[in-house]
């Protein structure tokens, strides 16, 4: 079965540059979600987008933002980035917007050196 | 603000041996959600409990939701080492959708 693609992996950057993270959900599901989630730490929600627009905003700093496209993708852009940005970047998607169960991809480790 | 207690931090078994989290929230939830993370991956759903009360078995884990809605249990028999990672619980306050997560138990097998 298909399942939340993301992309890169792995990422790399230095202070200041800026990072964009894509998110393809599973097919036909139309609520993305963002997460943010540090060594030893639980999953922090960042937004969420229902239908291509956002649904919810939870802590995600000023110099991000994000987009649902219309089909489905998302993408998670980050500006002058910042050591403490470094982490592990989940999307998670599901078919309803009342936070029905959800299904992660496998993340974006982004460490900003 | 809403937030959501989950307890123990860390839980060191020996193989054979049962393990419980728990968790309970500062508000009413309208359902709770619990997800497993092996070291190195992704959360994975794991179950989704609705009613006030409802238990819940897969195999050796048994889940509970309280009366009140607001705690909720998983408890694991004889665990194996491939029961071995973070188990989160999450669930959606009544007032909105919002998932609002647990800290994680990390089940840690002694070798």
Not at chain 2, 77 to 93: E, S
Request: aromatic content about 12%; charged content about 20%.
């Amino acid at each position: 079965a298909a399942g939340v693609i993301q992309s890169p992996r792995h990422l790399i950057k230095e202070k200041r540059e800026t990072a964009t993270l894509k998110c393809y959900p599973i097919p036909r599901h139309d609520t993305v979600y963002w997460y943010q989630q540090g060594p030893g730490q639980d999953p922090q929600f960042l937004i969420s987008f229902y239908e291509k627009m956002q649904s919810d905003k939870g802590s995600i700093p000023d110099r991000f933002s994000a987009q649902q496209f219309s089909d489905y993708h998302s993408e998670l852009n980050m500006s002058s980035l910042e050591l403490g940005d470094s982490a592990l970047y989940f999307c998670a998607s599901s078919g309803r917007p009342e936070n029905e169960k959800l299904f992660f991809g496998s993340g974006t480790q982004l460490s900003v050196l | 603000g809403q937030q959501v207690m989950q307890i123990p931090q860390y839980q060191h078994v020996q193989e054979g041996e049962d393990f419980t989290t728990y968790c309970n929230s500062s508000t009413t939830l309208s359902n709770i959600q619990w997800y497993k993370q092996r070291p190195g991956g992704h959360p994975v759903f794991l179950i989704q409990l609705v009613k006030s009360g409802e238990v819940k078995k897969q195999k050796r884990l048994t889940f509970q939701f309280g009366e009140a809605k607001k705690n909720s249990s998983l408890h694991i028999t004889a665990t194996q080492t491939t029961d071995v990672g973070t188990y989160f619980c999450a669930g959606p306050p009544d007032s909105n959708y919002q998932l609002i997560w647990g800290a994680g138990t990390k089940l840690i097998i002694k070798p």
